[in-house]
Structure formats: structure tokens, C-alpha cells
């Protein structure tokens, strides 16, 4: 399942509306705009003559609105006083997510070369795991002493 983030404003009103809804969640399968109104219930349009159907498909299975899609009404993490609110937590994962996403771009962009025959594309998994208790990572530097 790949989820998409929408940050551009009009992108996410056209998302938000019911029927651009509807006919996102019916093109999880490419089809053609007649199949997608027969899929849907819909009315299709009429079409005279020999005309050649595009195939449409969407682009993610979910899709997540950020909150830089709410332009300058969106939270602002520093402007926020609750640090536990959901506002502020969205926020700061929204701003974390754009700074993330610049350096990734930098770093991709130091080692991307689409002159390079045989190229493969590549997925960046980025994750996290605990750290060990603090009183075992003493242990571990007390053991390496001795």
C-alpha cells in the first residue's frame, strides 16, 4: 500500500471534494474514464467518433493531507504554547518531514548520475530502534575497560 503526501493547497481542496474522492478510491486499477463512471455508477460522458481512451490511474492507495497544505493557516510549531497539543505534535512532524526530505534531495542529488548506464532505482527505508538501557551501555564500557 503506498500512501502519498498532497502539500499543494489545491491539490488537497480537489482531494477533499466528494465526487474527485470517489473517483480516486475507483482508480486503484488503471480504466479508462468510461470504465470508471461504469465502475462508479456514474453517467459517462457521450463520445462521437473514433476516439482514442486514456487509461488513468491513481497515484497512491491513501493519501495524507500536510499541514503545508493549509498554506498560512496551517500550525506552526513555534507559534504553538501546548507542547503535548495534536496541533503542535502535527506540526512539528510536518516541519521534521520537510527538513527530512531536503536532505535527503541533497544527498540524492550528490550521488545521482543519469548518465550512469544499467541504473537501478532505489527505496530509502529510514528507521529507528531503541537504545539499550543506559545502565547496560555502562556495562558494556566497564567490560571494554578491563
Known amino acids: 500500500m503506498s500512501i502519498?503526501?498532497?502539500d499543494d493547497p489545491s491539490a488537497a481542496t480537489g482531494a477533499l471534494d466528494p465526487l474527485r474522492s470517489r473517483l480516486l478510491s475507483g482508480l486503484?486499477?488503471?480504466a479508462s474514464a468510461a470504465a470508471l463512471a461504469h465502475r462508479l455508477g456514474l453517467?459517462?460522458?457521450k463520445q462521437w467518433g473514433a476516439l482514442t481512451e486514456r487509461q488513468f490511474v491513481a497515484t497512491a492507495s491513501s493519501y495524507v493531507m500536510s499541514p503545508g497544505a493549509l498554506g498560512p493557516?496551517?500550525?506552526d510549531a513555534e507559534q504553538?504554547?501546548?507542547r503535548l497539543s495534536a496541533s503542535y505534535l502535527i506540526a512539528l512532524a510536518a516541519r521534521i518531514t520537510h527538513e527530512l526530505t531536503e536532505v535527503i534531495n541533497q544527498l540524492v542529488a550528490t550521488c545521482h548520475d543519469e548518465s550512469a548506464p544499467g541504473g537501478r532505482s532505489?527505496?530509502?527505508v529510514p528507521i529507528a530502534r531503541p537504545l539499550p538501557?543506559?545502565?547496560a551501555h555502562d556495562e558494556r564500557d566497564t567490560h571494554d575497560e578491563q
Request: hydrophobic share 30%; net charge negative.
Open 133 to 135: 538501557p543506559s545502565d
Open 43 to 45: 453517467q459517462r460522458q
Open 122 to 124: 532505489h527505496r530509502l
Open 28 to 30: 486503484r486499477e488503471p
Open 73 to 75: 493557516v496551517a500550525a
Open 4 to 6: 502519498e503526501g498532497i
Open 80 to 82: 504553538e504554547v501546548d
